[in-house]
């Protein structure tokens, strides 16, 4: 029966794919009497500034062919403006992994402090209602101001987005951990570090696996504005400059690497948080 739902459901999704790529072709189509040029083939921006003709957008085959070329030569660098969109994407990615990575190292033990402990829940909860909120992209002035790196302002906008969910949904599965276990831990007299290890980690490792995948979402999401913000090398710097350069066949390109890798981070996540669960 699972087998049997799988194989409609990728079957409606190639249907519907495929009802995608033609409402795109058709509405592609030069128009009759209209006068297009495409920027990324004709190189003729000044020319349509002058004449007033309008852009063609690229066709399921130009989008196609472009793919075909990025995935030939991904990490060709020809200077700071030019390099291949692999060497974007590792960018974007090695900085959302190490902001992410120390946001974990700061979220998951505060987490069981304050699951643990109602004091430290009650003294830090009116700084956390406070920052949370705050948008990720308002924290990057002054980090350019105090840090003076662009690449280091990056990835500290990664960590404070990173810290939120994996700070709430650790302290919650902590403090919803059953009260028979850790009665029965008490009763054995188990010391407090081996207590968080043997009995309210495995209850809550759930719990903290799904901040940990939200977490790396939004990581993924907030780093391809902090890059068009900043600049440098990154695939949102990537899509930035691409149009600057009025190439929208490479911004498509850029668009899909990103949803790719967005949907491998967190097929990557909810492996892990299945086989937590299932372990428990």
Known sequence: MAASLRLKAAILSVLLLMLFLAVWHVSTLPKAGASVVNPEYAKLVGQQASTGQK??????????????????????????????????L??????????????????????????MSPLVYRALDPFIQILKPISPLAWM??????LKDSDVSAIFVIF??????????????????????LNVAKTLEVKPVRKAFTVILPAAAPTILTG???????????????????????????????W??????????????????????????GRLQKLVTYVE
């Not at 404070?160 to 276990?181: E, H, K, Q, Y």
């Not at 977490?215 to 710097?237: K, N, R």
């Not at 066949?249 to 097929?267: E, P, Q, R, T, Y």
Request: proline share 5%; aromatic share 12%; net charge neutral.
């Open 55 to 88: 852009s063609a957008f690229p066709t399921p085959s130009d989008f196609g062919a472009k793919l075909v070329e990025h995935v030939r030569n991904p990490f060709y660098d020809k200077g700071p403006n030019d390099k291949g969109i692999g060497i974007q």
């Open 90 to 115: 590792a960018s974007s990615i090695g900085r959302v992994l190490l902001g992410f990575v120390l946001a974990a190292l700061l979220a998951i033990p505060l987490g069981f402090l304050i699951g």
């Open 141 to 146: 002035p002054l980090a350019l101001f105090t």
């Open 160 to 181: 404070i987005c990173s810290v939120w969910p994996m700070l709430i949904n650790t302290a919650f599965g902590v403090a919803s951990v059953r009260r028979d276990w």
């Open 212 to 242: 940990m995948r939200i977490s790396i979402g939004i990581a993924w999401l907030v780093i391809i504005a902090a890059e068009m913000l900043v600049g440098g090398t990154g695939i949102g710097y990537f899509v930035w400059n691409e």
């Open 244 to 269: 600057n350069n009025l190439s929208i066949v490479n911004i498509l390109s850029a668009i899909l690497s990103i949803g790719l890798v967005g949907m491998l981070l967190d097929f990557m996540f």
